[in-house]
């Protein structure tokens, strides 16, 4: 683990001396903060928690600008907490709020880089405790369904204010992103892709989605979430009971909730189904060890009791799935810069190629996990404010937790989130039109004194080097060494590459590497 950190870092203080740029870096110092913030109205359930029937609440966020910043016109993220749809403490964890460490953290870094960044609380309320899987995932389904509602509501806030409000944050309404860590990746995952009511309960053919549907008792089938009693997947549109109780109030209908870009730590698809060729650019950090969220696709169970609840497909197969669209796939936008960069190669040795994919590897040894339940290693929380709630509800959720993550603090949560910050930034700044095309890729290359040109290759690559070079070599991305040179001390050289197979490549000189690509 300590290891794979110091690696990391050491990349991340190699992109630190580089020149700094608006997007890519952090470049103010400090950060401006609108609390509670109303972005909206809306039916909760959660006031069943106290025996009371749904109402009305409202929806809060908390928003994040960089201080002295004179751009008015700067790209927006949206910034999706954990909790398993549940107020923290209730959910046995000592998360699930807007003001989660992980997430505020997140946000600072990222205003600190020209972002607009909200941290927005959604709807929370289900029943992980109902006496069948059926229920379970029936409420499951209800309370994902109001977080897609509500993270498509916070997104039309901001582009109403914009043409009502004066844009008080600054923003440019076409440069959006979800961000989300845990079941707020679950929420940024869903509102990033499912395109309409149908598009939930019906696969490609028009077949239903079996899981999503369930039988009332009468023999017949109908979907878990009715769109004239939930509400459209958008809350634009209210929707009621048939006994008139209401169930959603929607919200903005003349603006649209269209984002560009969507990063989740941990998250997973309610169905893959969802997932169509032309969605908004993503980013994946996933534990391939989760147990409470599929790396691949499987059951998601209930942290608390470790009731199944519902088969969702995680990180590693959506990605897969992006990449076996047709050419240009929903990623292409940083896919095709090649980026070279050290997490970026990390990274490349362990998801099979999948650019987008981070797979989480905290903690192991020898290629096993040692804290097999630490799958979110960015989040941690203060210890004596838990102990202290433990205290006055005779719970115990501290100790459950930390015997779960005994290494849960600061210092790991930071390399992690450093980790996380390095390798989105130059995906999402792609992703969004914010830089230009060869500029991340090739200044990196150039600063760290190796260039190669053209790439891809074909027939020859040609090689510049700052300095005198002693040691050349290309490696295959399984870490085979396919070709070694002495170099002599020249600057530059002409590769041969011709009689290689075409892929992906890694060139090393002298300990500087670079990202090559060879087609034919």
């Not at 698809?269 to 691949?296: I, K, N, R």
């Not at 009731?307 to 959506?318: C, D, K, L, R, S």
């Amino acid at each position: 683990m300590k290891k794979f950190f110091t690696l990391a870092l050491c990349a991340l203080g190699f992109l630190s001396m580089q020149a700094q740029e608006r997007y890519l870096d952090e470049i103010f110092e400090s950060v401006v903060v609108t609390t509670d913030v109303v972005y909206a109205t809306n039916v909760s359930v959660l006031p069943a928690l106290q025996g009371q029937p749904p109402m009305a609440l409202p929806q809060l966020m908390d928003v994040y600008e960089p201080e002295g910043d004179t751009e008015t016109n700067r790209p927006l993220i949206l910034v999706f907490h954990t909790g398993n749809f549940l107020p923290k403490y209730v959910n046995g964890s000592a998360l699930g709020g807007r003001t989660d460490s992980s997430v505020v953290e997140l946000c600072n870094r990222f205003a600190r880089m020209g972002y607009v960044t909200a941290s927005v609380d959604y709807r929370l309320g289900w029943n992980p405790l109902a006496g069948t899987q059926v229920e379970r995932t029936y409420q499951l389904i209800n309370a994902a369904y109001r977080g897609v509602q509500d993270a498509r509501t916070a997104v039309r806030y901001f582009r109403m204010n914009a043409a009502e409000m004066g844009n008080e944050f600054g923003i440019d309404t076409e440069k959006v992103a979800y961000f989300g860590d845990g079941t707020g990746g679950y929420v940024s995952l869903a509102s990033a892709s499912i395109t309409d009511y149908n598009d939930i309960f019906v696969d490609a053919s028009g077949a239903p989605i079996e899981s999503l549907w369930y039988d009332p008792g009468n023999g017949t089938s109908i979907p878990m979430v009715i769109e004239s009693i939930n509400g459209d997947p958008e809350a634009k549109f209210d929707g009621y009971t048939p006994d008139s109780l209401q169930l959603c109030i929607g919200h903005y209908p003349d603006y649209n909730s269209d984002i560009q870009f969507q990063m989740n730590m941990g998250g997973a698809l309610g169905s893959q189904e969802w997932l169509d060729s032309g969605d908004p650019a993503m980013v994946s950090f996933h534990c391939p060890h989760d147990p409470f969220a599929p790396y691949t696709s499987g059951i998601v169970v209930v942290p608390t009791t470790g009731e199944p609840v519902i088969e969702a497909t995680g990180a590693y197969n959506v990605h897969l799935a992006i990449n076996a669209f047709d050419d240009p796939n929903n990623n292409v936008s940083f896919q095709s810069q090649n980026l070279s960069d050290a997490l970026s190669l990390q990274a490349l040795e362990i998801n099979d190629g999948m650019d987008g994919l981070y797979p989480v590897l905290n903690n192991y040894v020898d290629g096993a996990p040692t804290e097999p339940y630490d799958s979110s290693p960015w989040q941690w929380w203060d210890v004596a404010t838990t102990q202290a709630v433990d205290s006055a509800n005779s719970s115990n959720i501290a100790a459950t937790q930390l015997g779960l993550n005994p290494t849960m603090g600061v210092e790991e949560a930071m390399a992690w989130l450093d980790i996380i910050q390095g390798y989105t930034a130059p995906r999402m700044a792609y992703a969004l039109g914010l830089v230009e095309t060869s500029s991340i890729a090739e200044s990196a290359a150039e600063e760290n004194g190796l260039w190669a040109y053209p790439n891809p290759a074909s027939d020859q690559l040609q090689i510049e080097l700052n300095a005198p070079g002693q040691q050349l070599a290309l490696y295959s991305l399984d870490g085979r060494r396919v070709y070694n040179q002495s170099l002599q001390g020249a600057t530059r050289v002409v590769l041969e590459v011709a009689g290689l197979s075409a892929g992906t490549y890694i060139l090393s000189v002298d300990g500087m590497t670079q990202m090559v690509n060879i087609a034919h």
